[in-house]
């Protein structure tokens, strides 16, 4: 079955991402550097721009912005989840059939879900909806406390006060993207 995806050159979007199983492989320090590792690697051979992002223990969420001759995103996703899955440590060895069949391995779930950002008001939404995740799930009480995560790069830039998210903004009520 082939899935059709919003695919505009130079866009915008928001991805989450989830390990199989939901398996809490990245709360550990190795892969998340494995994590960084795949993610840099990626933008050096094929750019692009990472507005935001949160890594909790079972899944990522990141919002990017390609390249104006460039709706490629797919293939990134495949690649940095191939590069992170082969040196992913604590992973769930055993695989169903159809895993084994295609020769992967029990790291991520197969798709990701991605949503192209419309306009300014919008990526707001999902810049919010990013670094108050962990807060949402009981991570951190506050964004600044959570260590994997945009915010801090964010509060440089001038686009968060360094306090923001002692409350649940109203931007991401209603909204959940897991």
């Not at 915008?12 to 550097?33: D, H, K, M």
């Not at 495949?78 to 159809?98: L, M």
């Amino acid at each position: 079955m082939r899935y059709r995806r919003s695919r505009q050159p130079g866009g915008c979007y928001f991805f989450t991402l989830v390990t199989y199983r939901r398996q809490p492989l990245l709360s550990l320090p190795a892969n998340i550097e494995r994590l960084r590792a795949a993610f840099r690697r990626e933008r050096e051979r094929y750019p692009f721009t990472i507005d935001a992002i949160v890594i909790l223990p079972d899944h990522l969420h990141t919002l990017w912005r390609l390249p104006q001759d460039d709706d490629d995103y797919p293939s990134r996703w495949s690649r940095i989840k191939r590069y992170f899955s082969i040196g992913c440590v604590g992973a769930d060895t055993t695989r169903p059939a159809s895993r084994e069949q295609k020769r992967e391995r029990a790291v991520w779930q197969r798709r990701f879900w991605e949503h192209r950002i419309r306009d300014r008001e919008d990526w707001r939404g999902h810049m919010d909806y990013i670094h108050y995740n962990p807060v949402r799930h009981g991570l951190s009480a506050t964004p600044a406390e959570w260590p994997y995560s945009s915010f801090h790069r964010c509060v440089e830039k001038g686009w968060y006060a360094a306090d923001w998210g002692g409350a649940e903004p109203a931007s991401i009520v209603g909204i959940d993207c897991e």
